[in-house]
């Protein structure tokens, strides 16, 4: 509350400098607007939604001194606000599309770290262990998710997946992988080749940092495969309940630059 009120206070500052001093520091008749520095500087300084609100009262008396359509610049305003307060660091890009049930993901350049998001449920026909040796049906327990990722921008950019298990994740376990990174046309292997070791630690670090990089105009098919582990459901199992998760799949587009993921 105290922010707000030292803002609005400031706010109030500029307003009169806009009516009083304005026309006295000119150059050829132009004159500063004193009050589109408010929604930039807290926008830029403190976040977006301070950005917003400082914005609406900066237009509000904008639109109070001059002329014209009451509230248009308040609107202005606060859409400066809001991209002056968006990420320093991330990606500008945006959704421009879903298409094809939900099952493709297309950006280009414009909003801030854009997430797309598949909701669907996977039924699982059988459990096994990925850190069994002796476990050779792996394969055929997983179940795959394609999604279909363009990037219609300019720059180059990452995308990151991350999936999340709405009805609880007991046993739950995911890899993302693209076709290019299959060894001997086998997900097991192709997990073993990219994990220093077969635990859910070692998975989910991989998981949290991995991404795809497209170019300009690139697009990619990007491969979920998740299964569950027996250890964890074989209680479940004996009681025939079956294996069913409630899967939300986000994706976020970011530019090709670390950290901007936390």
């Not at 997430?115 to 096994?128: E, G, L, Q, R, Y």
């Not at 009805?167 to 046309?185: H, P, Q």
Request: proline share 2%; with cysteine; net charge neutral.
């Amino acid at each position: 509350m105290k922010r707000k009120i030292t803002e609005l206070i400031i706010i109030l500052f500029f307003y009169i400098m806009q009516v009083s001093a304005a026309r006295v520091i000119s150059i050829a008749n132009i004159s500063p607007n004193w009050l589109i520095i408010m929604p930039v500087f807290f926008g830029f300084f403190c976040g977006k939604n301070d950005g917003m609100f400082a914005g609406f009262f900066a237009g509000i008396m904008y639109d109070l001194f001059y002329s014209g359509l009451f509230g248009f610049t308040a609107l202005i305003f606060i859409y400066i606000g809001y991209f002056s307060g968006l990420s320093k660091t991330s990606a500008w890009f945006y959704d421009s599309g879903v298409i094809d049930s939900g099952d493709r993901f297309v950006f280009g350049n414009l909003s801030v770290n854009t997430k797309f998001v598949i909701n669907h449920s996977v039924i699982f026909d059988a459990a096994t262990k990925l850190a069994d040796k002796n476990e050779k049906l792996f394969d055929r327990a997983v179940n795959f998710d394609d999604i279909n990722v363009t990037n219609s921008g300019t720059i180059p950019a990452r995308v990151y997946i991350n999936v999340d298990v709405t009805n609880g994740a007991k046993g739950y376990r995911w890899f993302v992988y693209t076709d290019d990174m299959l060894v001997n046309g086998s997900i097991k292997e192709t997990i073993k080749a990219n994990l220093p070791s077969l635990t859910e630690t070692e998975l989910n670090r991989y998981n949290s940092s991995k991404y795809v990089l497209l170019a300009p105009g690139e697009s990619k098919v990007l491969k979920i495969a998740s299964w569950v582990e027996y250890d964890e459901v074989s209680t479940a199992l004996a009681q025939g309940e079956s294996l069913t998760f409630a899967t939300r799949i986000y994706m976020t587009a970011t530019q090709d630059k670390d950290g901007v993921i936390g």
